[in-house]
């Protein structure tokens, strides 16, 4: 019994601290913002786009935060597309940095894609994984940090 014990206290520890924020992070930065991403992910950052993974082409992308002017209507449209009609989706309000906006999940089958949608004084922005559900990035949007 003690065995059975401690094998379930060794594989519960072992899952939470892999599951647990138990990696290192880079911090990009740029004159306009800064994000953490982690270590051994590649990154390519500019003023408008950030992309990290294990590939930073844009659809293979992991994460991926996307910064609009108010009025580039093309980037603005494709950031509220409506193209999570079979999928179950919920939508919450948050803030991230002082931004104010929308948080979802769209959850279908093996797919989870989070995307929030912010709106700061003279930007809007999109932060969205790639259908796979990671604890982690949690970290990397709440570690986003506006620089003007």
Not at 103 to 127: A, G, M, Q, R, V
Request: no cysteine; proline share 1%; hydrophobic share 35%.
């Amino acid at each position: 019994m003690k065995i059975i014990l401690f094998f379930n206290l060794f594989i519960s520890t072992y899952y939470f601290s892999q599951n647990n924020n138990d990696i290192e992070w880079n911090k990009y930065e740029n004159e306009f913002y800064s994000i953490n991403y982690p270590k051994e992910w590649k990154s390519k950052g500019s003023e408008y786009a950030f992309l990290t993974g294990e590939s930073v082409k844009f659809i293979e992308a992991g994460w991926i935060l996307i910064i609009s002017d108010f009025n580039n209507k093309e980037r603005i449209d494709f950031f509220f597309e409506d193209s999570f009609n079979d999928y179950k989706t919920t939508k919450r309000e948050i803030i991230v940095d002082g931004v104010k906006g929308n948080h979802f999940t769209h959850k279908k089958e093996n797919e989870f894609i989070e995307i929030l949608i912010l709106k700061s004084e003279s930007k809007w922005f999109k932060f969205q994984n790639n259908e796979i559900k990671d604890d982690n990035f949690k970290e990397f949007y709440t570690s986003f940090k506006l620089k003007k």
